[in-house]
């Protein structure tokens, strides 16, 4: 399969740890790598790899991955990580991109 | 850093095509690919293609083939995506991303992003 599946939304209250989740069979060969999208802007890459933060990413975001599955946790989570959140990775095959279908995060 | 630098936004009429420009400045990568992602109002992302400048080589989802052409401009480091056939379901906003190593999937940084918008 070359999709990738996500939960559509995630709440989580202010100061406490979410995890999102992205789901697919390609998952089992590569890394996914996450997004972060707020309105009206271009997604940034906040885990890339086996759990690699770009410069400039809080360490509170980190990433792991078991099976099918990967998944971002952010720990502590701040107002400013309202956002929706996408994972891509290689499909089965290796040569195309897929992307999840995202997972609106709200802070409470 | 690379930095990615989008043409302005598109009206198109339905049939026609659209061609978007990509242009990078700042460090200069070898081994990487610049991949075109689109986002339709209120959806998701969804990937295009991409192609490795250095090889010309180039990669599309099989929802565009035949309809998408990613190509690039080595002498003025720029990368185009044109769309044909345009229906008013490509209405959206086209980003470029860079990906650092070929066939890494890590895009970052990505253009701000062009809206093509089309409407009879």
């Known amino acids: 399969s070359s999709e990738l599946t996500q939960d559509p939304a995630v709440s989580v209250a202010l100061g406490q740890t979410v995890r999102i989740t992205c789901q697919g069979d390609?998952?089992?060969?590569?890394?996914a790598s996450w997004y972060q999208q707020k309105p009206g802007q271009a997604p940034i890459l906040v885990i890339y790899?086996?759990?690699t933060r770009p410069s400039g990413i809080p360490d509170r975001f980190s990433g792991s991955s078991s099976g099918n599955t990967a998944s971002l946790t952010i720990t502590g989570a701040q107002a400013e990580d309202a956002a929706d959140y996408y994972c891509?990775?290689?499909?089965?095959?290796?040569?195309?991109?897929?992307f999840g279908g995202g997972t609106k995060l709200t802070v409470l | 850093q690379v930095h990615l630098v989008q043409s302005g936004a598109e009206v198109k009429k339905p049939g026609s095509s659209v061609k978007v420009s990509c242009k990078a400045s700042?460090?200069?990568?070898?081994?990487?690919?610049i991949n075109w992602v689109r986002q339709a109002p209120g959806q998701g992302l969804e990937w295009m293609g991409g192609?490795?400048?250095?090889?010309?080589?180039?990669k599309y989802a099989q929802k565009f083939q035949g309809r998408v052409t990613i190509s690039t401009d080595d002498s003025t480091r720029t990368t185009y995506m044109e769309l044909s056939s345009l229906r008013s379901e490509d209405t959206a906003v086209y980003y470029c991303?860079?990906?650092?190593?070929?066939?890494?999937?890590?895009?970052?940084?990505w253009g701000l992003g062009t809206l093509v918008t089309v409407s009879s």
């Open positions: 991303a860079t990906e650092a190593v070929a066939g890494t999937n890590w895009f970052d940084p």
């Open positions: 700042g460090d200069t990568l070898i081994n990487y690919g």
């Open positions: 192609i490795i400048p250095i090889f010309g080589r180039t």
């Open positions: 390609s998952l089992r060969s590569y890394f």
């Open positions: 790899g086996q759990n």
């Open positions: 891509n990775s290689r499909d089965s095959s290796g040569n195309h991109v897929v």
